[in-house]
């Protein structure tokens, strides 16, 4: 069993910050990538920022130079810095990971259960 948990949502007025984390916690034997998602009401879920075991990062166009993605090998916890928030980036906010378990060469795309995001104007 594996398991994603999201911290860190809040209600926070524009241009102000919040740091969401995500830690993965089961057997897991690997974590490859991990990576920050959002839904907004009536949108498609959308790539926030993603990062690799080696710390190569990769953000959506409308988070670059405001948010920042970090993680903790040691801890299996995912980070996303997000300042100067804007009110379209009221959503929820998913964590997800690329894994594999111990004694299995499947490679599983897991996700957490979201946190809601709302910044106000």
């Known amino acids: 069993q594996v398991q994603l948990v999201e911290s860190g949502g809040d209600l926070v007025q524009a241009g102000g910050s919040l740091r969401l984390s995500c830690a993965a916690s089961?057997?897991?034997?690997?974590?490859?990538?991990m990576g920050w998602y959002r839904q907004a009401p009536g949108k498609q879920r959308e790539l926030v920022a993603t990062?690799?075991?080696?710390?190569?990062?990769n953000y959506a166009d409308s988070v670059k130079g405001r948010f920042t993605i970090s993680r903790d090998n040691a801890k299996n916890t995912v980070y996303l810095q997000m300042n100067s928030l804007k009110p379209e980036d009221t959503a929820v906010y998913y964590c997800?990971?690329?894994?594999?378990?111990?004694?299995?060469?499947?490679?599983?795309?897991?996700w957490g259960q979201g946190t809601q995001v709302t910044v106000s104007s």
């Open positions: 997800n990971a690329a894994l594999s378990r111990y004694r299995s060469s499947s490679l599983e795309i897991h």
């Open positions: 990062i690799t075991k080696g710390a190569n990062a």
């Open positions: 089961g057997s897991i034997f690997s974590i490859y990538a």
